[in-house]
């Protein structure tokens, strides 16, 4: 039997009808997780409410260290192969990481008010997080000022060079509570040993971390078809496909 594919950022009937299927897909998820989280999971004993934010920070965190894998990648395929299309991609993956970098530490903060009692402390994961929010936020400023300096809203290689070197802060970021004496929690989920939550927790934890992750890789595909329609083709990509001998059959 004869399989297709769809491309999901392909601008057709059928690419917006994939993409449209995704959204739909993170919507459920994340209906799943908000019934999940605030009537099945129970309240922490230590914490309290404040606890529930877990629900938000944690997968803004972890869609962010996704996101900025997307950067990596994609800045790596454009150095590489020069296409455009890998641009795109890292720029909208640098945006959502951004976003989602902004809303990790604002969920962070509001939690160390309400467990800590400060909004900010100088503690390593919190440091390190600032660092990477402010890297990838300097990358988006430096895509502007080059675009505002060519005239044309395109890919820079010094850009793309701080997308692939930036990316050194994600393992920071996530190790930083083992490496050094930190007052954020320690790994939940992923901890050595047998993982120290209730199992109503877990799922309502997973069900966000994948709502978000959904959510993201949505976002991300209409970033890119949106980029394409205002920017066009690849002048490389469409000259080299011109080239391409015509297939008869």
């Known amino acids: 039997m004869r399989t297709t594919t769809v491309d999901l950022t392909a601008d057709t009937p059928a690419g917006a009808a994939a993409r449209r299927t995704t959204a739909w897909t993170a919507g459920g998820l994340a209906a799943a997780a908000a019934v999940t989280s605030g009537l099945l999971a129970p309240t922490d004993a230590a914490q309290g409410q404040a606890q529930r934010l877990m629900y938000v920070h944690v997968p803004a965190a972890w869609v962010a260290y996704l996101a900025f894998t997307v950067v990596l990648a994609a800045s790596l395929a454009h150095l590489i192969r020069g296409d455009l299309r890998w641009d795109r991609y890292a720029r909208a993956g640098a945006e959502i990481g951004v976003a989602l970098t902004a809303v990790a530490l604002a969920s962070g903060a509001y939690w160390g008010h309400l467990v800590w009692g400060t909004w900010w402390a100088w503690d390593p994961r919190l440091v390190s997080t600032a660092l990477l929010l402010l890297t990838y936020a300097g990358y988006l400023a430096l895509r502007r000022a080059a675009a505002e300096r060519t005239g044309r809203d395109g890919a820079d290689r010094t850009a793309a060079v701080l997308g ?86």
Do not use: N
């Open 164 to 249: 692939v070197a930036g990316f050194l802060l994600v393992p920071v970021v996530h190790f930083s509570v083992v490496w050094w004496r930190s007052l954020h929690q320690p790994a939940t989920v992923l901890a050595p040993e047998r993982p120290p939550i209730d199992a109503r927790m877990g799922l309502a934890l997973l069900l966000a971390v994948a709502a978000a992750s959904v959510a993201a890789l949505c976002v991300l595909l209409y970033r890119v078809v949106r980029l394409s329609r205002r920017h066009g083709p690849d002048p490389a990509t469409s000259a080299s496909r011109r080239r391409e001998p015509a297939r008869v059959g």
